[in-house]
């Protein structure tokens, strides 16, 4: 072929810019002229076979493309991980189990940014349920900032267990090892009645019904105007009403794409804190906190571990949901929802902002109401005037911490008693059982954080044996995470920097005394700063945990507790 000229090879770049390459895959699939003429809606969807929370979203996709078709719209399903915590968090003490738990939240975030990318979506439908996957879409949605509405799968109908619901399969499993250490129950019967628990704990798909961290990211969702009313807490039982919201979901996600409305226009730093607001309120996961921080550094928000802090300050708690009241999250969903607890508070809501549906905040507050004052309480019944989750700080968490004191005695919120160091879990909770921790102990749980875990793992399970066994003048202090559904005894994570970092954790020796103080959101040893600082300058970080694999990233890399725990995905 001849050598081009300037003007052939300027023709040819003109032609080939006018060729729409991916129309050739597209057809390819199957799909038609008139439907590449419309806008092009894709859904993200965590469905997968094995997954209370997941199981169902299938079917509500189909439901999702009807109305996106009936909106003229095109719809394209894709899958993303749809992870369970709960698979993890068997009874066998595999420390590995846990540490892939918080990095699926990061790999769902960049498999959702890729294969968005990749298909050239004018739009996006969310569809999530559980605790890694509605805030891994959340940071996908930040970045890809398109149109975009979440569709969330609600939480699961309970089932019962002597007479109270069952929310959590701890909630059957706990009480059948007291009953069978007390003599109260015999090994047989014990295992016997888990058997006939793993088919009547729930009775629907939908996650776990008590504030466990999916129901917390899922109400947090509607709360920042990404949902439609109703979405977070319409119960998976219902089938026929969550078909309808489905349906409307992708009606809704066209008009979006109409008007020109992006992720970014509702996921804003006053919705972040109307969402932390609701968390208060209810003494929700943790989990939500740090998520939420994640999604606020992503897009470069003003929301810090202080914004975190005043919003607590500034919010009573006065919805006792479960593990830190009596209620269920279908208790919560009868009496109101999320938005009849943001009414109680509507004085401090950004009410002026928008939502996907179209209304304000404002708007959809004014079709609100608490119908229930036993579920959602008048503030002047509130059982604290500030939030059920505090943000500690002090020598041992210079950068902050956190603290759920609502699932303790009152008498415990202000805690001195001496260091119990332990550098894995499962060694702590082979102290317990074999006796070795006494009343006014504090474990000290460290090197579980995001480099340390890697993967920053939940250490849930030692708080809840102590539970188990009695054992409530216990306290925790780690800088790992802590599972939405932990009970058993005061404790503080997140602690931050984390031990593998070099954070003052690391420092602390058994006998030194330790004070965790609610009141004065402080968690700190009896340490001067000369001495910590004489103790690290011998410290040295141990060994990674592991040699390969995703978690290998993690140890070099991750960031911190205060700002959302992520691989790094900004350039400084």
Not at 301 to 316: C, E, I, Y
Not at 416 to 438: M, P, S
Not at 510 to 515: E, F, V
Not at 537 to 552: F, I, M, N, R
Request: aromatic share 6%; net charge neutral.
């Amino acid at each position: 072929m001849d050598k081009l000229s300037k003007e052939q090879i300027l023709k040819s770049l003109e032609l080939f810019a006018q060729v729409k390459t991916h129309r050739f895959f597209y057809k390819a699939s199957g799909f038609t002229d008139e439907e590449l003429e419309r806008p092009l809606i894709v859904i993200a969807n965590s469905m997968q076979d094995a997954g209370i929370g997941h199981v169902h979203l299938k079917g509500l996709a189909d439901a999702v493309k009807a109305g996106i078709y009936l909106a003229g719209g095109t719809p394209v399903e894709f899958n993303t991980i749809g992870p369970c915590a709960g698979y993890c968090k068997e009874g066998s003490l595999d420390p590995t189990l846990l540490l892939y738990d918080l990095p699926q939240r990061d790999a769902i975030a960049d498999s959702v940014e890729i294969q968005v990318k990749n298909l050239g979506a004018d739009g996006v439908v969310m569809m999530g349920t559980c605790d890694k996957s509605v805030p891994g879409l959340w940071l996908a949605g930040a970045r890809l900032n398109l149109p975009t509405i979440f569709y969330t799968g609600g939480p699961a109908e309970p089932g019962m267990f002597e007479g109270k619901p069952t929310t959590f399969p701890t909630d059957v499993i706990l009480e059948g090892v007291n009953k069978t250490l007390s003599g109260k129950m015999s090994e047989e019967d014990f295992l016997k009645t888990m058997y006939d628990m793993e088919d009547k704990w729930v009775l629907s798909c939908g996650a776990c019904p008590e504030l466990t961290t999916a129901n917390t990211v899922q109400m947090a969702t509607e709360v920042m105007g990404l949902t439609l009313p109703g979405v977070s807490t319409t119960p998976g039982s219902d089938s026929m009403h969550r078909i309808r919201l489905a349906k409307q979901t992708g009606y809704t996600i066209v008009k979006l794409v109409k008007q020109g409305k992006r992720f970014k226009d509702f996921a804003t730093a006053p919705a972040i804190k109307d969402a932390l607001r609701l968390i208060m309120a209810a003494s929700a996961s943790t989990n939500g906190v740090l998520h939420l921080l994640a999604l606020a550094y992503t897009m470069s928000l003003d929301v810090s571990l202080d914004t975190v802090s005043a919003v607590s300050d500034q919010t009573p708690y006065f919805v006792p949901v479960r593990p830190s009241g009596p209620f269920t999250i279908i208790d919560l969903h009868r009496a109101g929802g999320p938005m009849a607890v943001l009414k109680r508070i509507e004085k401090d809501v950004d009410t002026g902002r928008p939502t996907v549906a179209g209304e304000t905040i404002g708007e959809r507050l004014h079709k609100t109401r608490a119908s229930n004052d036993r579920v959602i309480l008048p503030l002047e019944k509130a059982l604290s005037p500030f939030g059920g989750i505090v943000v500690v700080r002090g020598n041992l968490a210079p950068n902050g911490a956190l603290a759920r004191y609502t699932i303790v005695k009152k008498e415990n919120r202000h805690f001195t008693g001496k260091a119990r160091c332990f550098d894995e879990e499962q060694q702590a909770i082979f102290a317990i059982l074999n006796g070795e921790i006494a009343s006014g102990d504090v474990i000290v749980l460290r090197y579980q954080g995001p480099r340390g875990g890697p993967g920053f793992a939940e250490n849930f399970r030692t708080v809840l044996i102590l539970g188990s066994l009695g054992l409530h003048d216990v306290a925790v202090i780690s800088d790992s995470r802590f599972s939405g559904a932990t009970t058993g005894a005061l404790y503080v994570g997140y602690i931050s920097p984390e031990a593998q970092a070099g954070g003052p954790i690391a420092a602390v020796k058994d006998g030194d005394m330790i004070t965790i103080d609610i009141d004065a959101r402080e968690v700190s040893v009896k340490l001067t700063d000369a001495e910590i600082k004489q103790r690290l300058s011998s410290w040295k970080p141990p060994d990674a945990k592991v040699k390969e694999g995703v978690l290998v990233q993690w140890y070099l890399s991750a960031e911190q507790f205060e700002t959302g725990a992520m691989l790094p995905r900004k350039l400084p």
